[in-house]
């Protein structure tokens, strides 16, 4: 299997001649995208690790065409936030893209996404307001407004997200049931290291100390979680539990919050489908994580 980058002119790919195309324009991801009886859509920042080829993996079956984007999109990060210094490692990622068979890689810079001022922009409900939209103030109305241009460039007709962004897939699902899109999506279960820490592209951020940290975040989430499938109702005493243990440690947590699953709202007597939500500073480092509960 070879690599080629795709440009509008470039000729078909026939069926005996695979390539995966790395394209950099709407107008020749298009035309690339013209022959392909359907496709199911990726959408990646780079910097891949297992988890995002976990995501392939469950894509590829879904579709004659797998389509993955890499696009570092300003509109989600905050002023403060790692826009600047987030890992960008495009060979590596697409070294990896293609040994995952992945057909179509698709790698705009700014300008083809924003050719001009984004001045409509998708506004998620109060949804958007809450717990990681509390402390990244516009962060989901950037994601929603990306996903909604890059799934009108690729017109999927599925598109995976991994549960660790728990939020993040609420609000998208949400925005394209209410905007009636031809889109399902697929969620996937958080990939893990061994020792239990969500992976994520920003885990290289840790220090050495830090990473042998790390894990306590999921093993403090998942006693949280046998307390409530122990019938535990003292919500916000867990929650307390566990940003004292973490900050007893060193860590800064933002929230850790026991919510319902259908619209992290608090949840009433006898919700039997929980997720415990958490995301705290560790260093100079963001760490997010989450688990469902299924009481009953």
Known sequence: MGCRVSFFES???T???KFMDIIHSVE????RLKREPNNVF????GNLHKGHIEL?????????CTVVSI?????QFGPREDFDRYPRTLKADCDNLEAAGVDVVFVPDEREIYPEPQTYI???PDLQHILDGAIRPGHFRGVATVVLKLFNMVMPHSAIFGKKDYQQCLVLNNMVRQLALPIEIILAETVRAKDGLALSSRNSYLTTGERQEAPRLYRLLGKSRQELLNGAVDYQRIELDVMADLAHHGWKPDYVAVRRQSDLLPPVN???KLVVLAAARLGKTRLIDNVEVTRG
């Open 15 to 17: 069926d005996t001649d």
């Open 122 to 124: 998708v506004e998620p």
């Open 42 to 45: 990726v959408p990646t920042m």
């Open 28 to 31: 020749a991801l298009r035309e």
């Open 11 to 13: 000729p078909p790919t």
């Open 56 to 64: 392939i993996n469950i894509a590829k079956p879904r579709a004659a």
């Open 270 to 272: 006898g919700e039997k």
């Open 71 to 75: 696009f570092v999109n300003r509109l």
